[in-house]
């Protein structure tokens, strides 16, 4: 008990608890174990320091609202028979302490096919009747691209010559079709994972989980398998996983990139982590090069407008080349009728005003200049 705070130990004393000992933690989190009054082990999760926190990826943070959202999470899915740690009781107070079942692990990680399985099991159980705090009340469509771009601004103070983070409207247009509703845990390593025999045991620590779409732990996924630490096989996990997976999309180049910017400004903004931070960065520009293609895809080719040069030659002679009639829409508001070329075979096209000239105007998509000039002319009823 010698490396356990005062306020911890009279914690464990109040409960009878013994041989109180340090077994882990985090950022924000630091875990003790200790033995019951029954013989039985117990954990004890506190925070590192005071009640709120901020580092560089999540500022302000209540840890304990993060405690009383692990409680929440982790009765809900015991009560379904999800392997996690047990709660047994939520200490709210001088420090404020969750009490959990001691799961044991056998040191021998956890089989990769069986994981992709559970992830799956854990995708299609009913989420929890209450919102994750690392939602902050939003749906994870809207939260996503916003805190990408407030980790890029972030990243933005420990690197030079970063890219822009993606435009938020863009992304948020592109998850907002994405399915939603299911939980995610998104933290998914082998820190996290007490396993015996292959077995996951118990799923630990969900501060960072969502209410969002299956694909979002999958995409965080492929990018922790990189590094070797965290004990993946991204293939087998897949294999494992038995349902579609949409690899080649935006949207999961989207929560791709939530995961590589997040491990970018962690590894650059901790100093023990710093050797990580350049290949995190690399990481991070691959990633943001990739979803640009995705995106560029998405949106199509672009059509290349005309010119005036080459309207003339298209209409050359005053008359508009021979095109199947198009529903004409509705008139247009007068604008500046300025003259936008001084073509005569365009003026002379102009002129008379005809219906033919003016569908076939639309129809060509000509360029913003141009149409304006057509635009002036009201669409013949």
Not at 35 to 41: Q, V
Not at 93 to 120: I, K, M, R, W
């Amino acid at each position: 008990m010698v490396d356990a705070p005062a306020s911890m130990r009279t914690l464990a004393a109040d409960r009878r608890f013994t041989r109180l000992r340090p077994a882990g933690g985090g950022v924000e989190f630091q875990v003790f174990e200790a033995t019951a009054p029954d013989g039985s082990k117990v954990v004890l999760r506190t925070p590192v320091g005071g009640r709120f926190v901020s580092t560089p990826n999540d500022r302000h943070v209540d840890t304990r609202s993060l405690l009383r959202w692990e409680y929440a999470v982790t009765g809900h899915l015991d009560r379904l028979g999800f392997p996690v740690a047990t709660p047994r009781e939520l200490v709210l107070g001088q420090p404020d302490v969750l009490v959990s079942d001691f799961v044991t692990d056998d040191g021998h990680g956890a089989d990769q096919v069986a994981l992709g399985a559970l992830l799956l099991r854990l995708h299609h159980s009913p989420p929890p009747p209450v919102p994750p705090v690392a939602a902050h009340g939003l749906p994870a469509a809207y939260l996503l691209p916003r805190r990408i771009a407030d980790r890029f601004a972030g990243l933005a103070t420990f690197v030079a010559a970063l890219p822009a983070a993606p435009p938020v409207e863009r992304l948020t247009a592109v998850l907002a079709s994405r399915p939603a509703g299911r939980i995610v845990h998104l933290d998914v390593r082998a820190p996290n994972l007490r396993c015996t025999g292959g077995a996951v045991r118990g799923l630990l620590d969900w501060s960072n989980a969502l209410i969002g779409d299956p694909a979002m732990e999958l995409g965080r996924l492929a990018e922790y398998a990189l590094l070797p630490e965290n004990g993946f096989d991204y293939e087998a996990v897949l294999a494992g996983y038995r349902e579609p997976v949409p690899v080649d999309s935006a949207a999961f180049w989207i929560y791709r990139l939530d995961a590589a910017v997040m491990l970018a400004l962690l590894f650059n903004s901790e100093p023990s982590l710093a050797e990580l931070g350049p290949r995190a960065v690399d990481r991070l520009r691959e990633v943001h090069l990739r979803l640009s293609r995705e995106l560029s895809r998405r949106a199509g080719p672009q059509r290349r407008p005309l010119s005036c040069a080459r309207l003339d030659s298209s209409f050359e002679g005053g008359r508009a080349p021979r095109r199947r009639p198009l529903r004409c829409p509705s008139p247009q508001p007068q604008v500046d009728q300025r003259p936008v070329c001084s073509s005569d075979g365009l003026a002379s096209w102009l002129q008379p005003r005809s219906t033919a000239a003016w569908t076939g105007a639309r129809k060509r998509g000509i360029s913003a200049a141009v149409q304006q000039g057509v635009d002036a002319f009201p669409a013949p009823r």
